[in-house]
């Protein structure tokens, strides 16, 4: 299959990067689909859907007159002209109003070309997911993982196509955050790989190639291990979050600090993560001590921006 023959295209899951990945790709002229395991999904989902077509908007407009707004996904910089981000907030409306949000997993999956996954980040629900993919999906399709950590050979096998399966892994605020590390297995085809590179571009992200298995791709490896270190200095009582923040950002020049970030990604996504090291089950630990504190704000609803409040309180 060439990118030309990519049409269809299916994301499962409507999480904080779920939605975002479907919303650029339906921006950028697909036929789009998320898949979602309940109503429940589905209503959760749709908000996240609502606030990147404000987001969109919000940003083209800002485009017109100033240059720091500028966001890689919405258009190259040479075509930046209020004209121009006026005729794209077409396409925003266009892609708000074509994407479908189903649990079907024959509407979802029956004539797709291209899937993205992004469930949970929890292996048993990812095997699962996959071994009922498989029986849903025409021969042609190629099956691609967003998994933060996770290694794609770990589930080649359950997708029934190792050759068409690998990694696409986005970074968050995808519009402006434009990555798109594509990794493979050693079972993933050439052509499977090149597809996915071509089909990353084509949605005006920029094509990272990652040539071997790697947890944590490139961006993961560096970023995970940081955040990491922010939560063992909160979790042990050595600075707030807010202070831990101030201190990145004055001695970096960083624009966000690392509890901001984690309020981007999603403090659920962190605690999935978090669990996956044994020595969060471990009592005493810093690991433990760490997933207990965000499992502790992710029962009060405090999971990130899309919540309305994480570390930082968004409802304002």
């Not at 292996?123 to 691609?144: C, S």
Request: glycine share 8%.
């Amino acid at each position: 299959m060439d990118i030309k023959d990519v049409k269809r295209v299916t994301v499962a899951g409507g999480g904080v990067l779920g939605s975002q990945i479907a919303f650029q790709t339906a921006y950028r002229g697909y036929d789009v689909t998320i898949w979602l395991r309940s109503q429940g999904s589905i209503e959760r989902c749709q908000p996240k859907i609502d606030r990147l077509r404000k987001i969109y908007l919000d940003t083209l407009e800002a485009m017109k007159t100033d240059p720091s707004a500028y966001a890689y996904g919405l258009c190259a910089p040479e075509e930046v002209t209020p004209e121009r981000c006026e005729e794209l907030k077409a396409d925003v409306e266009r892609a708000y109003g074509s994407l479908r949000l189903t649990t079907d997993w024959d509407e979802a999956f029956g004539d797709a070309d291209l899937v993205i996954e992004a469930v949970a980040e929890d292996p048993e629900q990812k095997t699962a997911f996959y071994t009922e993919l498989a029986k849903h999906l025409p021969e042609r399709t190629v099956v691609a993982t967003n998994s933060s950590t996770l290694l794609p050979s770990q589930f080649a096998e359950a997708t029934g196509r190792p050759d068409r399966y690998l990694a696409l892994h986005f970074a968050n605020e995808i519009w402006k955050n434009p990555s798109g590390e594509v990794m493979g297995h050693e079972g993933t085809s050439k052509e499977s790989f090149d597809l996915v590179v071509a089909f990353t571009s084509s949605i005006r992200m920029v094509p990272l190639k990652v040539m071997r298995e790697q947890p944590g791709y490139l961006l993961n490896s560096m970023l995970v291990p940081f955040l990491s270190a922010a939560e063992g200095l909160w979790a042990g009582g050595v600075g707030s979050p807010e202070d831990i923040d101030l201190a990145w950002k004055l001695g970096t020049g960083a624009p966000a600090g690392p509890f901001r970030i984690l309020d981007i990604v999603g403090l659920t996504t962190a605690y999935n993560i978090g669990v996956m090291d044994p020595r969060a089950k471990q009592e005493g630990t810093v690991q433990n001590r760490i997933t207990t504190l965000l499992k502790e704000k992710i029962d009060r609803g405090e999971t990130g921006v899309n919540a309305g409040k994480g570390f930082y309180d968004y409802s304002k």
